[in-house]
């Protein structure tokens, strides 16, 4: 066992982490911000002295299945068991055996595809608060961009009724030298921008806010309005016609599936024969070539130049960053770049990978919004969570449960806090752009974007 202080902090939740690899690292990283008490599991000790070393927490080497184990590491006391080994059958044990023994809440990683067609079923059976598979968040992620190739980035809010899209400003665009607030009175009011990045600084911007030829910027507005919004100022709004994915590993079977359904052309380039027999059966509408994908006339063969997507999927970030240059410069396709290790970010942000997905991100995101929904009160939950421009600002998303200090109050009354934005309000179908004149009802879905962090629940956004 090692151990630092690990002193209880106020209001956090006692949360045991199993498997200490990327994700539980990331996990460790963000929630020791949030200040729970933490402790670590894992069957290497000198990754469990790194993590104790690195953060005020409690390691516990052994096996997170054993009942002796998650015993010392606080089990009966524990508020939440997170499962994130390399292992699902490790993690889905690992679940049931907290289950059977604390009154917690478990969450499992689960990333093979047999068992993702089950989560329903294994969560209800199993008792699981959440089954998060990082392999097909990023898929997913990554078809909603495929399917709007001039977005950077499409995040879904209220269930699919809003979308949060970033874009870059090209040169020669009519948004050039533009206020916000021009934008809205002659082209739309039906989106809010939320945030702008622009060399390396982010804004929360007011209506005086001028767009510049570069910016990166984050819009929110309902689907249909997004994609009339960006035909309107210049941009191809059509899905692409064709993909060609390098490697065939989860990611890229997930990322097909989802592509096919939607009408769009899959090739899937991967050095394995086994594998190409077994995504040929899994995938009969896509054309499996078996090879390898770094070969230059291999690519040429399989169509990269007239490819409109083009996604690496090796598995090896160098690999598929190299790979994704390589199709920039032979070809006008759309790049996704799917990045697992998150410790050279500001080398990333300077090299044109196209729309970058972090998978880790993915996961920790999902976990971090159900751990702030539990500490939240009755009063309002917290929904979804996106971490923007590296961590630098949060997109939340709040059910406005019952009446509380923000609801029936007009915005142009309230006291908000700097460096925020109410994006938008989901209201019985419809997506609302707020107003200095709307308000918050009991029921809505309130979307939040702002520079601050640690939001649990509607009522932080009061200055």
């Not at 980035?153 to 050039?176: R, T």
């Not at 702030?372 to 009755?378: C, D, E, G, P, Q």
């Not at 938008?424 to 179908?429: D, L, N, T, V, Y």
Request: proline fraction near 2%; hydrophobic fraction near 40%; include cysteine.
């Amino acid at each position: 066992m090692f151990q630092k202080t690990n002193k209880q902090p106020s209001g956090g939740l006692k949360i045991i982490i199993v498997g200490c690899g990327k994700v539980g690292s990331t996990l460790l990283e963000e929630l020791s911000k949030e200040g729970h008490e933490l402790s670590i599991i894992d069957q290497r000790s000198e990754r469990i002295m790194e993590m104790t070393n690195m953060y005020d927490i409690l390691g516990i080497c052994g096996n997170g299945a054993s009942y002796s184990v998650q015993k010392e590491a606080g089990i009966e006391n524990a508020d939440l068991v997170i499962a994130v080994t390399d292992s699902d059958e490790l993690n889905l044990l690992c679940c049931t055996i907290a289950k059977r023994v604390g009154n917690c809440a478990t969450i499992a990683r689960v990333r093979t595809p047999d068992y993702s067609k089950e989560v329903g079923y294994l969560r209800d059976k199993l008792g699981l608060a959440m089954i998060i598979n990082p392999e097909l968040e990023a898929a997913k992620e990554a078809s909603h961009v495929l399917f709007l190739p001039t977005a950077l980035e499409v995040n879904s809010f209220a269930h699919g009724q809003a979308e949060m899209v970033k874009f870059k400003v090209p040169a020669g665009n009519e948004l050039i030298d533009m206020s916000i607030a021009h934008l809205g009175r002659h082209i739309t009011n039906e989106i809010l921008i939320c945030a702008v990045e622009r060399e390396g600084e982010v804004y929360i911007p007011s209506g005086n806010f001028i767009l510049r030829e570069g910016d990166v910027v984050s819009f929110v507005s309902n689907r249909k309005v997004a994609r009339e919004f960006l035909h309107k100022i210049g941009f191809e709004t059509r899905r692409v016609k064709n993909c060609l994915i390098v490697g065939g590993g989860r990611a890229a079977y997930y990322l097909a599936k989802e592509l096919l359904r939607g009408g769009i052309r899959v090739t899937i380039i991967e050095r394995d024969f086994k594998r190409c027999e077994e995504l040929s059966v899994q995938l009969p509408k896509a054309v499996v070539i078996n090879g390898d994908g770094t070969d230059k006339e291999l690519l040429k063969e399989a169509g990269i130049e007239e490819a409109e997507a083009f996604v690496a999927l090796t598995g090896i970030d160098e690999e598929d960053i190299l790979l994704t240059l390589h199709a920039k410069k032979v070809s006008n396709a759309k790049v996704v770049t799917k990045i697992n290790r998150i410790t050279f970010t500001e080398v990333i942000d300077n090299l044109d990978l196209g729309s970058v997905i972090y998978p880790k991100y993915i996961t920790s995101e999902a976990i971090i919004a159900y751990v702030r929904a539990r500490k939240a009160s009755k009063c309002s939950n917290v929904e979804t969570l996106y971490h923007m421009f590296n961590h630098r600002v949060e997109a939340i998303e709040f059910k406005a449960q019952e009446e509380s200090a923000v609801t029936n109050i007009a915005f142009k009354d309230m006291h908000l806090k700097k460096d925020l934005l109410v994006a938008c309000i989901a209201r019985k179908g419809s997506v609302i752009i707020p107003s200095g004149d709307d308000c918050i009802l009991p029921g809505d879905t309130v979307m939040i974007v702002t520079r601050h962090t640690g939001f649990n629940e509607l009522t932080d956004i009061m200055a």
